[in-house]
């Protein structure tokens, strides 16, 4: 497993334009927009390609197009629909899949309650979207399905991570090609699971809930 903690001077201004308590629903929905944007980016480098002959005004030319299969983008409910425009204005020709995971509060297992994803992931690379890594547990469930089904290659996007959720998600799945790219590493966990400073209730904040 290989980690990104993207840095970069937009990151970075969004990121903390996000954090903040005062920025309302409608603004934290464009921010993580662009945020995804931004890490997405990065975060499909290593897509293959193929040559691709065409025709300019001015002569022909081999270019460059991306090779099948098409990737598959796949938000994790609820808030991982909140990630969902800002990766497929980056890969407008990728088919989209959902994961529904959510964390009991009280015991902290993850209960999966929906799934809509093609039967055969077969030599599809699989970008997976949630916006934070805490706990771990959520990812480490989400790549052992999708591996399941097929996938071949697993690029977890993240706005933000925990060290405990990383050292998880290395302990349980980091002999395996799964790359992860997030916007920060921040500090630790507190004693409820939520990654400090964060910027709290992802979900909430993208649908007005924490007003």
Same mark, same amino acid.
Do not use: W
């Given at each position: 497993?290989? =980690?990104?903690?993207?840095?970069?001077?937009?990151?970075?201004?969004?990121?903390?334009?996000?954090? +903040?308590? @005062? =920025?309302?629903?409608?603004?934290?929905?464009?921010?993580?927009?662009?945020? *995804?944007?931004?890490?997405?980016? @990065?975060?499909?480098?290593?897509?293959?390609?193929?040559?691709?002959?065409?025709?300019?005004?001015?002569?022909?030319? *081999? $270019?460059? +197009? %991306?090779? $099948?299969?098409?990737?598959?983008?796949?938000?994790?409910?609820?808030?991982? %629909?909140?990630?969902?425009?800002?990766?497929?204005?980056?890969?407008?020709?990728?088919?989209?899949?959902? %994961?529904?995971?959510?964390?009991?509060?009280? =015991?902290?297992?993850?209960?999966?309650?929906?799934?809509?994803?093609?039967?055969?992931?077969?030599?599809?690379? *699989?970008?997976?979207?949630?916006?934070?890594?805490?706990?771990?547990? =959520?990812?480490?469930?989400?790549? +052992?399905?999708?591996?399941?089904?097929?996938?071949?290659?697993?690029?977890?996007?993240?706005?933000?991570?925990?060290?405990?959720?990383?050292?998880?998600?290395?302990?349980?799945?980091?002999?395996?090609?799964? @790359?992860?790219? *997030?916007?920060?590493?921040?500090?630790?966990?507190? @004693?409820?699971?939520?990654?400090?400073?964060?910027?709290?209730?992802?979900?909430?904040?993208?649908?007005?809930?924490?007003?």
């Amino acid at each position: 497993m290989r =980690t990104h903690a993207v840095s970069h001077p937009l990151v970075d201004h969004k990121l903390t334009q996000l954090r +903040r308590v @005062e =920025t309302p629903s409608n603004t934290f929905r464009d921010l993580t927009r662009e945020l *995804v944007s931004l890490l997405g980016y @990065e975060a499909s480098s290593s897509l293959p390609t193929e040559d691709a002959q065409i025709e300019t005004p001015v002569t022909q030319m *081999v $270019g460059t +197009r %991306l090779a $099948g299969p098409k990737p598959l983008v796949v938000p994790i409910l609820r808030a991982g %629909l909140g990630m969902l425009d800002g990766m497929t204005a980056m890969i407008p020709t990728a088919e989209v899949g959902f %994961l529904g995971m959510a964390r009991d509060e009280e =015991t902290l297992d993850i209960v999966t309650y929906a799934e809509r994803l093609p039967d055969d992931l077969t030599g599809r690379h *699989v970008f997976v979207l949630d916006p934070m890594l805490a706990t771990g547990g =959520t990812l480490v469930e989400a790549i +052992r399905f999708l591996e399941r089904a097929g996938a071949a290659k697993i690029t977890c996007i993240c706005l933000l991570a925990a060290p405990e959720g990383i050292k998880r998600l290395e302990d349980e799945v980091g002999d395996r090609d799964i @790359e992860l790219f *997030v916007a920060a590493i921040d500090q630790k966990l507190n @004693e409820k699971a939520y990654i400090v400073p964060g910027l709290g209730d992802a979900g909430d904040r993208l649908y007005g809930l924490a007003e």
